[in-house]
């Protein structure tokens, strides 16, 4: 018997008496509860139900509770005894509750005495938690370059996958302002991921970073597509490294010579995965050689370093320790697959910034586990990139179920923004390319899972507050300036970009923070 509860008294036999019909007695009880009244956090008890001809019905007024699948017991024509198991959620809001367990006779003559059985059973409040945030105006770090999303829908066939529309949504609605792009390796396929990149560069100014999986098998050793094929895995030829400079700039060149430049251009995209799919393994040396030697053909846009899966520093470290070869990158990318976000200070001292150029979480719907859970994972990643001084955050397909568009499957419509993507939009619409980083502290209880950041922009600041606790929590931050005008929006698991109401007095602002939930203010 599993009872994880604070039970208030000894053992004790609750009962009530019923009549078998013909006047023999009989009778209910319920054994191993230890009062009529209980307290429970959270878990679950079993109670052994007794009876002597006569047939009882269970039922609770809590919806915390969760009643066992069946709801008689008894039998008018017989004895007999059961477990029954019942289950409590627990309270994760700062308001008491009770709920009551009721067994009620429905077959059998009841003796004159004969009572339903009632168990009341009382949750205390959770302890509120009271935090207080303050900016540290006089601590500055990075400056933000952007948010971003993979501008593809999963159907490598076409080379660009956003409608006009789906652009609006991803950089007006959500706040999004770097938009991802894989360079064809046949070039007759420049020309739509052209045409496909306009409406955002032209209507919203969009950062484009275009990252090549593979060059044409040419240029490769084994000539093939395939990281790795047959068990074989294929790598640049060193005769082909200045072809391969010069492909990268012409693709380079053609999009800005048509009107729609790019912000940065990879030389590989997870140069050290070898992948069953399209791509091309480096190693360091070979990462270093090619920077170093032919990274300065590479002139119509900032030049990324190979995109690591795990944003490896031993990958880099050589590129940006050799004079030549640093001189040549501009940004530093890198992906966070199976790793959190670390600080690198070599590209800090370097002066190289940092992108995240591509991640997702998309396993609780094959695990069929919590999305919420999955989304806050995500934002708890983005605010790990802000304070180790990363300075952009690109995620994998922008559309897509587990996205922030949908795309049609599971149950998703193509084009609508979806629960994560307001989620995203928390921290990339308030966010904006130029704005600074200044530090914060949070002292309180409950001040370990409360995630705060700062950014000061030219005519605004933002500080967002991710609650990753179950509890509710009352927050006051000190933004060490004014804080007449600061407004608020909040997205948890049922309510996406919510008004928040606030409390001003003088530099500092009161709010409540649900469990589980992002909140965003701005002044």
Known sequence: MKRPYALLLAALLLSSACDKTGGNGASFSLSDLSSTEFTAEGGTFTATAHWEYCKYKVSTDGAFVSLPDFVYIGDVNGTGSRDLSFTVAPNTSPEARTAHLSFQLTDGESSPDAQ????????????????????????????????????????????VDWSEGEVDSFMRTLGLNIMRIRIPYNESDWKAVRDGC??????????????????????????????????????????????????????????????????????????????????????????????????????????????????????????????????????????????????????????????????????????????????????????????????????????????FLGDGDEGTTRGRILLRGHAFSQYAKYIRPGDVRLGTTAAGTGAETLLATAFQGTDHLTVTLLNTSSSQKEVTVDLGTAATGTTATCTSSNASGTDVTLTVQGTRVELSLPPSSITTLRR
Not at 306 to 327: I, N, R, W
């Open 116 to 159: 339903p059985v009632t168990v009341t059973l009382t949750q205390a409040g959770k302890p509120r938690e009271a935090v207080t945030v303050t900016v540290q105006a006089g601590n500055k770090y990075q400056t933000w370059d952007g948010f971003g999303a993979m501008n593809l829908g999963g159907n490598w066939s076409r080379p």
């Open 198 to 403: 306009r409406y955002a560069y032209e209507k919203y100014g969009a950062a484009i970073l275009a990252s090549p999986w593979t060059m044409p098998a040419s240029m490769k050793n084994p000539e093939q597509l395939e990281a790795k094929k047959n068990d074989v895995t294929s790598s640049l030829k060193p005769s082909a490294y200045e072809d391969y400079a010069k492909y990268l700039e012409k693709f380079a060149a053609y999009m800005k010579d048509g009107g729609v430049p790019l912000e940065a251009i990879s030389i590989q995209n997870e140069p050290d995965w070898p992948a069953t799919y399209e791509g091309c393994v480096w190693s360091a040396e070979e990462h270093l050689s090619f920077v170093r030697d032919y990274g300065h053909l590479i002139q119509s846009a900032r030049l990324v370093t190979g995109e690591s899966m795990q944003s490896t520093h031993s990958f880099y470290d050589p590129v940006l320790k050799d004079a030549a070869a640093c001189a040549n990158i501009d940004i530093v990318g890198g992906h966070l697959y199976g790793v959190k976000p670390q600080t690198y200070n070599l590209a800090a001292e370097k002066n190289k910034r940092l992108w995240m150029t591509e991640h997702l979480y998309d396993e609780s719907w094959s695990k069929g586990t919590d999305h919420w859970a999955e989304t806050m994972d995500m934002l708890a990643e983005i605010h790990g990139c802000l304070v180790n001084g990363w300075n952009a955050y690109i995620w994998w397909y922008g559309i897509r179920y587990y996205s």
